[in-house]
Nanobody
Framework: QVQIVQSGGGSVQPGGSLRLSCAAS????????IGWFRQVPGKEREGVAC????????YYADSVKGRFTIGADNAKSTLYLQMNNLKPEDTADYYC???????????????????????WGQGTPVTVSA
């Protein structure tokens, strides 16, 4: 069973940085993709940054390109989201989420844009304000 536990987040002033982490386990030998999603009440959920299990590709939403970096420490089964130059519009609840497949590779863009993730972390709030 896939388990995802998040850490990090908090409050920061505009222009500041935060780092989110999630410990993910239970994928076994399946293909998987994992990423970060954010949700603001009253708005659609947005796939912010995703990566596939082969590490072949990453995907970033246009709203965060050049500011956010997704990374994985496979030895620690940990996914990171480094968020730099944060803006007030980045304020949201952030979730680490993953999907698995036994038979085919899930692309990073598909994960962020098309796929409804199967497994979710508990969420963590990020607030950017002066």
């Amino acid at each position: 069973q896939v388990q995802i536990v998040q850490s990090g987040g908090g409050s920061v002033q505009p222009g500041g940085s935060l780092r989110l982490s999630c410990a993910a386990s239970g994928f076994g030998s399946n293909y998987y993709a994992i990423g970060w999603f954010r949700q603001v009440p009253g708005k659609e959920r947005e796939g912010v940054a995703c990566i596939n299990s082969r590490g072949e590709n990453t995907y970033y939403a246009d709203s965060v390109k050049g500011r956010f970096t997704i990374g994985a420490d496979n030895a620690k089964s940990t996914l990171y989201l480094q968020m730099n130059n944060l803006k007030p519009e980045d304020t949201a609840d952030y979730y680490c989420a993953a999907s698995t497949s036994r038979w085919w590779v899930i692309g990073a863009q598909d994960m962020c844009v098309s796929v409804t993730p199967q497994y979710w972390g508990q969420g963590t709030p990020v607030t950017v304000s002066a």
